[in-house]
């Protein structure tokens, strides 16, 4: 493991400009579990019951009882983690700009990260299909005792985690900064995703298209593997945290 921490310090080091892709798996260690992989979200509910507009336009009780069971508990009590942490040292040291992140959890904004991309939106905010306002998830749990499904305070339009559904396009805005992003690093670090769902997984192929780096943290393999300069397949926490202890002779070269 020293060698190829040492190799990503010294690739991390020559690079200018730095930017983070995150995935499920960077949260993992927060207690959120994964989509794919051991005990992954997917091997128990199925996602196009639970994750798919359609199924959810047909009947939003699937989805909402999963928010109160499952999805809300576990947010609720999720906190960043090193990996987190580790990401917003980065950003202090000034060698990384930007997260573009697949996850729904908030973690890193609440780590202190300052630019996060949110591609697939944040499942903290809750948002009326109708009239479009947004409330927090803690204000619709509570309603949910005497509404299920929860209907918008405001217009009683049908409510919705303010996330990306599968069948649902990503919001152009975050979708065109994290193209920019790709196409003008000069090292995209990819962490804690299996890089199985596009739009999102051609973005490490586009930073590479434009002459970055890549490099892949993940516990499993992923279909990049192949195309990344470096891949380590261990904890996301593990090597992060060790990435960012410098001492003098190690410092980054600004
Ligand atoms: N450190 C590093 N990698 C980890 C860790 C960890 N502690 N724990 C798990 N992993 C890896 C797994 O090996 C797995 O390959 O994280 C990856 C998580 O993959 P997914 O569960 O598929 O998550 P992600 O890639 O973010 O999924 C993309 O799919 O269902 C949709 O919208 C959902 O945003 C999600 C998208």
């Known amino acids: 493991m020293e060698e190829v921490i040492n190799k990503l310090k010294d690739i991390i080091a020559d690079s200018k400009h730095l930017v983070a892709f995150t995935g499920a798996g960077l949260s993992a260690e927060s207690g959120i579990p994964t989509y794919r992989g051991a005990g992954g979200l997917w091997t128990t509910y199925d996602p196009m019951k639970y994750a798919n507009i359609h199924f959810f336009l047909e009947d939003p009780t699937y989805y909402w009882s999963f928010f109160r069971d499952v999805r809300y508990p576990i947010i609720k009590k999720a906190k960043p983690n ?65 509404e299920f499904p929860p209907n918008c305070p405001r217009c009683k339009g049908l409510l919705k985690p303010d996330t990306v559904f599968f069948g649902e396009s990503l919001p152009q805005k975050a979708l065109n900064e994290a193209m920019h992003a790709a196409q003008n690093c000069d090292l995209f670090l990819v962490v804690g995703s299996s890089l199985v769902v596009s739009p999102a997984a051609q973005l490490p192929r586009i930073a590479k298209e434009n002459g970055a780096s890549l490099v892949i943290v993940n516990i499993d393999i992923t279909p990049l593997d192949g195309i990344a300069e470096l891949v380590i397949h261990e904890q996301a926490s593990q090597v992060l945290s060790v990435i960012i202890q410098r001492d003098e002779s190690q410092g980054w070269a600004l």
């Open 82 to 146: 090193p990996a987190h942490y580790a990401l917003v040292e980065l950003e202090k040291q000034g060698k990384l700009s930007q997260v573009i992140t697949q996850n729904i959890d908030g973690l890193h904004q609440i780590a202190g990260q300052s630019n996060v991309i949110e591609l697939h939106g944040n499942t903290r905010q809750i948002v009326c299909m109708e009239c479009k306002w947004l409330f927090s998830m803690e204000t619709v749990y509570k309603r949910l005792e005497q």
